[in-house]
């Protein structure tokens, strides 16, 4: 719960000298609407009851256009400290989301739907904004000018004063009911949104795969029950917003009305009291509720706001820690691009307690090393890579490189010296340069990119095509095969020269000639690192230095292939199956 506050709070804090801005220019518009409704009622009392001549109140008249004039200025330049507090929080609340995005632990990252996410980072984040540039500007307004114009209004006309006194607090007790009764409907609207567009991505994501099994239809039911449940949050909030402003409306024309009354009587039946005071009273009293009645729709929309917040806090809180290498952080400069050695000790992983276990170690390889891991699908490669990798962290036990546990490293570093060439790998929508310079991390010469590509094996695709490397691919443009996506992410590793090279093996079959390009270009790239291989195929096997064969989850077995073959029962079983299944 106390984090909750947070948030806001910690972007309040950030902008304290905007927040006394705000207070002083508050003070200040307060002392021109009071001034403008005195000079305003001094110019109506000489011109239409003492009938004094236009001339004589030329100086007042045009002393109170400059009032009003001030009056605009101020309300604008209170606007424009308004929005600039939004721009800052909102900038900062999403570069908050970007970086825990990008820096916590991978599970994490990937936990929920990404529509979601974007919805939260980008709607709820926007609809932040009026906190600060609605919100607390009307705050500051309603601390000070309110207050102001009662104690005027006290020295000009008691009976009104208290009037005011006594309705006024109806305003804030009516906003409280109603905070109470939306309390949790803003929350739940971004609720349903995220939720929304996550259905609504996934199912575009998935559009050829709805097709193929008829489903599309039901999608579209899901999409629109989900679409639905939006609408309803969303007037839901309306109706209390329409309802608050009747309310507000209602309550400020019968307190302005009860005034009028009062003074009516005073000046017409008593007689006990000039016109000039009755006018001046007349002029500040709606200007009191309008503030108060401003305030109550800012406050309406301050709710929402903090919905929207809340929402942001949570996801912030859900991707968790994570953000900070753990301290005792060493200098990145150990590893000096020479291939790594790495080492495991007992290391025990799961995703989430009672789901699948992963017991390793201990395990050691030495610098320059190719290893090949191996095992039945599910049986936990993939994990035990991620482990090698550093995008997981075991739950015990230690992962060592150099000597030193991993998570000593500081991440960047670490990642720069390593390669991970997945079987699917992320095509972002760009060119093919733009593509494989990414590898890179930092500003390379069309020539290198060239060279990458080349070594790659990805030379001929692209002199096929009429743009070469440029050539658009990823979202939106050309598309590429599973092989020319494995190329491009050779290609990039060619231009990082990894010390350490992870390779997820295709499983699908390529055709003969791709298989040999990728196969030779990768074992140039591997020259020179340590290279660890989730392998499917008999020739990577063999080729390994070691085999560490993966059973349920347990690392059951390693050594070089031949010993394995000959000691280990199963692996010759799962190497015979490999063989006959024409491992191509
Ligand atoms: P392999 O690469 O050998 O096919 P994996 O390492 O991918 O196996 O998966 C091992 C087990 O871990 C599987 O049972 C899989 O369902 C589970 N698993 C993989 N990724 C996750 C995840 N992010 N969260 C929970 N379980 C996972």
Do not use: C
């Amino acid at each position: 719960m106390d984090n909750k506050k947070s948030l806001i709070a910690e972007q309040m804090s950030g902008q304290r000298k905007r927040l006394v801005l705000l207070t002083l220019l508050s003070l200040m518009l307060g002392i021109a609407i009071v001034s403008q409704a005195g000079l305003l009622a001094e110019a109506v009392q000489r011109v239409f009851v003492e009938k004094a001549s236009l001339s004589s109140v030329a100086l007042l008249l045009a002393l109170l256009l400059s009032v009003m004039a001030i009056r605009t200025l101020l309300l604008y330049a209170n606007g424009r400290v308004g929005l600039s507090m939004a721009a800052e929080a909102k900038a900062n609340m999403r570069s908050a989301v970007l970086q825990k995005l990008t820096h916590a632990s991978m599970p994490s990252t990937l936990r929920g739907q990404t529509g979601g996410k974007v919805s939260v980072a980008l709607d709820a984040v926007d609809e932040a904004d009026s906190y600060f540039s609605h919100y607390m500007p009307r705050m500051a307004e309603a601390a000070i000018i309110p207050v102001l114009i009662l104690v005027f209004t006290f020295i000009l006309h008691a009976n009104t004063g208290f009037i005011l006194l006594f309705t006024a607090p109806f305003i804030p007790l009516f906003m409280i009911l109603v905070g109470l009764q939306t309390k949790n409907k803003s929350e739940e609207k971004y609720a349903q949104l995220a939720e929304f567009s996550g259905t609504f991505l996934d199912s575009l994501q998935g559009l050829v795969t709805l097709k193929i099994f008829g489903q599309s239809r039901r999608q579209q039911q899901q999409i629109e029950r989900s679409s639905l449940g939006y609408r309803d949050a969303t007037m839901d909030i309306l109706k209390v917003a329409f309802t608050n402003t009747f309310m507000l409306e209602s309550i400020v024309m019968l307190s302005i009305g009860i005034v009028a009354l009062e003074l009516a009587i005073q000046l017409l039946v008593f007689k006990s009291m000039p016109f000039h005071t009755a006018f001046l009273v007349l002029l500040l009293v709606p200007e009191f509720f309008n503030l108060l009645k401003n305030t109550g729709t800012a406050f309406h929309s301050g709710r929402t706001s903090m919905g929207a917040v809340r929402k942001v806090e949570q996801m912030l809180a859900e991707i968790g820690g994570g953000t900070q290498p753990e301290e005792g952080q060493q200098s990145s400069a150990k590893l000096l691009r020479m291939p790594p050695s790495i080492a495991l000790d007992d290391v025990h992983f799961h995703y989430a307690p009672d789901s699948f276990e992963l017991k390793a170690g201990p395990v050691s390889i030495g610098p320059g090393e190719h290893i090949a891991i191996v095992g039945k699908s599910g049986s936990g490669k993939t994990t035990l890579l991620h482990l090698f990798a550093g995008l997981l962290k075991p739950v015990s036990g230690t992962v060592m490189v150099n000597g030193s546990p991993l998570t000593e490293w500081e991440e960047d570093s670490w990642f720069e010296q390593v390669s991970y060439i997945t079987q699917h790998p992320y095509i972002f929508a760009g060119t093919f340069a733009d593509n494989i310079a990414i590898g890179a991390g930092r500003t390379v010469s069309r020539d290198e990119i060239k060279q990458a590509a080349e070594e790659a094996g990805l030379s001929t695709l692209v002199a096929g095509l009429e743009q070469g490397l440029d050539t658009y691919v990823g979202e939106g443009g050309r598309g590429l095969s599973g092989g020319e996506k494995q190329r491009l992410a050779l290609a990039r590793a060619f231009l990082k020269r990894p010390a350490l090279i992870l390779f997820d093996e295709p499983t699908v079959g390529l055709d003969l000639q791709t298989e040999q390009i990728l196969q030779s270009s990768i074992t140039a790239l591997a020259r020179n690192a340590t290279m660890i291989t989730v392998a499917h195929r008999l020739y990577t096997i063999r080729q390994a230095d070691h085999i560490l064969f993966m059973d349920h989850g347990v690392l059951a077995a390693a050594g070089p292939h031949e010993e394995l073959l000959e000691h280990v029962s199963q692996y010759a079983e799962m190497v015979d199956i490999q063989r006959k299944g024409g491992s191509a």
